[in-house]
């Protein structure tokens, strides 16, 4: 067994969490799971298992004091490393791993590793469901779905493992190489996490970090990255010079037509790179067009990603929770061609929405803000549209329903992340989708 009589500590008793200290025990580690948090707040049913499988677990304060001796620490992609919780382990020179990396040095298949500040995880899945019609055994997983120790375990069952990956993952490989890697957008986010935006983009970087020339890169030909050794594919819905380009309203390879965008059932520009990527990837998987079409033809946009919700009055409702950085908001936006009623705000993050000032001015009627983030926005487009601060969410959809007009749509593209009033982006979509159908057909 690769971890017998090792000590680990395992902090975080999220999924994370709890896939790395499985794995480890599997593997004959002693283990202790540590996290901040009450035990009365952790999932009952979680620290049940961990403690029936002959794992430890420590809850609250007292686990940021831990002085036990270990051999090394996992580190969940959720627990900042500079938390007490961190550096009490940090701080004594104790060696400290990733879940993704400790995921990664159990696996013996080949890895997709996708990353960008949007995107992931609509072309994770879509590489997944291309994969599986196309006889290739795979799964979506990493930052959605199970974490890499996870899967780990059941490995066999696959031929190639399709891995989301984010910044907070990143932060913290040693060794992780995926044999293809796949950059697909960068811009400003987690700003409460990372000191610059060059800290972060430095994080989400490492991805090309341990590729050689056997390796494949694909990347977003718009995007200026360093040099990498992996042999690079170029994809844009822009730039010309890209191996996979748009061409009227079709995605082109090497000037041959490939894909009709009006055969799938994505839309925006966003999109489209997504599929370029997908692709890109089936191909040096050694998949060929013919294969890939179909299953890319059928895939269904996931909730809370532009999703049109119902139309009342001649209003039309779009969700668009996903959208929890400005890039988002920005995409999600420029795929409206009629006159908008914006709702927007939240937690946050550290960076302000005067970027958006030009096309908010351009797109959006009036836009209604809600959240921590509220004030702060209404101050950035201050002269650029009329703003509205809002109670809640509830308050904000009623407002909207109230001013909006037959032909205009009122999307709710937040900008930024929920934790400030709902437990995730996908807590939050799905309050916007019940409240608009509860609006009643007719304004009173």
Not at 16 to 23: D, E, K, P, V, Y
Not at 44 to 68: F, P, Q, W, Y
Not at 262 to 271: E, F, I, M, W, Y
């Amino acid at each position: 067994m690769k971890y017998q009589d090792k000590k680990v500590a395992v902090l975080g008793a999220g999924l994370s969490g709890t896939a790395a200290a499985l794995l480890l025990r599997s593997e004959g580690a002693e283990v202790t799971v540590l996290d901040s948090a009450d035990e009365k707040t952790l999932l009952k049913s979680t620290i049940e298992n961990l403690r029936a499988r002959g794992v430890e677990v420590r809850c609250g304060a007292a686990s940021e004091k831990d002085s036990a001796p270990y051999d090394f620490v996992v580190l969940s992609p959720g627990i900042d490393p500079i938390s007490p919780l961190a550096t009490n382990f940090s701080s004594r020179k104790i060696e400290t791993l990733g879940e993704l990396e400790l995921g990664f040095r159990s696996v013996t298949l080949p890895i997709i590793a996708i990353t960008g500040t949007n995107g992931k995880t609509t072309t994770t899945e879509l590489l997944a469901q291309m994969l599986n019609a196309c006889g290739q055994r795979t799964i979506a997983c990493g930052n959605i779905g199970k974490p890499l120790c996870e899967v780990a375990l059941r490995q066999r069952k696959f031929d190639v493992l399709t891995v989301e990956v984010s910044s907070f993952q990143l932060e913290t490989i040693r060794t992780f190489r995926p044999a293809i890697s796949v950059w697909l957008n960068f811009a400003p986010d987690h700003l409460d996490r990372y000191r610059s935006v060059a800290e972060y983009r430095a994080a989400k970087l490492r991805i090309f970090e341990n590729q050689t020339a056997d390796d494949v890169a694909v990347i977003n030909a718009g995007e200026t990255l360093p040099k990498i050794a992996a042999r690079a594919v170029t994809f844009s819905a822009y730039a010309n010079h890209a191996d996979f380009r748009l061409e009227g309203g079709s995605i082109v390879y090497h000037n041959s037509p490939v894909l009709r965008m009006a055969d799938t059932k994505l839309r925006g520009s966003h999109n489209i790179e997504n599929l370029m990527a997908t692709l890109a990837v089936g191909l040096a998987r050694g998949l060929s067009f013919e294969q890939m079409l179909p299953p890319l033809c059928a895939y269904e946009p996931r909730p809370h990603r532009c999703e049109f919700v119902r139309e009342v009055g001649g209003v039309i409702y779009v969700n668009d929770s996903k959208a929890t950085n400005l890039d988002a908001v920005e995409k999600g936006l420029a795929a409206q061609n009629k006159t908008v009623i914006l709702i927007a705000g939240g937690k946050d993050k550290g960076f302000n929405f005067a970027p958006l000032r030009s096309l908010v001015s351009e797109k959006v009627r009036a836009a209604i803000l809600i959240g921590e983030m509220a004030g702060r926005i209404a101050q950035d487009w201050k002269d650029a549209v009329p703003c509205e601060i809002a109670h809640s969410l509830a308050d904000a959809v009623e407002r909207a329903h109230a001013i909006a007009k037959p032909g205009e749509v009122v999307l709710f593209s937040p900008g930024t992340s929920s934790f400030d009033m709902f437990k995730s982006y996908a807590d939050r979509g799905d309050q916007f989708r019940a409240l608009v159908h509860a609006l009643p057909k007719q304004k009173s």
